[in-house]
C-alpha cells in the first residue's frame, strides 16, 4: 500500500481502519483521512474526468482550490474527494464518464476537438506547436 499522502507533513492523525464503498469494491481508508488520500494509498489514480473533453482527473492541490477531485460521495455529485473525511461505509463514485472513468467511451470528445486549433494547422505546416499553444493560451 502506497503510504506517502498519508506520511506528508499536515496529514490529517490517522484513525482506525474502515472500509470505504468505491463503485461497488470495496476500500480500505483510515477513518478521518481525506477519500482522496485513502484512494490514491489504494492505487486509485483517476478520480474523475473533465466535463468538456473527458480528459483523466485526479489528485492536484489537495487542499479544496482545484476541483480536480470532484466525485459523487453519497450519491450527492461534485463533492471534492479531498475534502470529504473518510467513514465507514461511504460510498464513492467516479464521475462524467461512461461507461467508467476507466474506458470512457466519452472522451471521443477529446479526439474530435483539437486541444488547440491551431496546432493542426502549424504542424501540417512544420511549425512549432508549442508557440502555436502559446499564442492562443491552452484549452483544458
Ligand atoms: S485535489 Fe484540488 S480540490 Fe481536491
Known sequence: MNQTLRDFPGAAPAGEPVTIDFEGAPVRALAGEPVAAALFAAGIRTLGRSTKYHR???LFCLDGHCASC???IDGRPNRRACMVRAREGLACERQNAFPSADVDLLAAADWLFPRCPAVTLRW???GDIGAACGQLGSKA
Do not use: A, E, K, N
Open 56 to 58: 483523466p482527473r485526479g
Open 70 to 72: 470532484t466525485m459523487r
Open 124 to 126: 501540417s505546416q512544420g
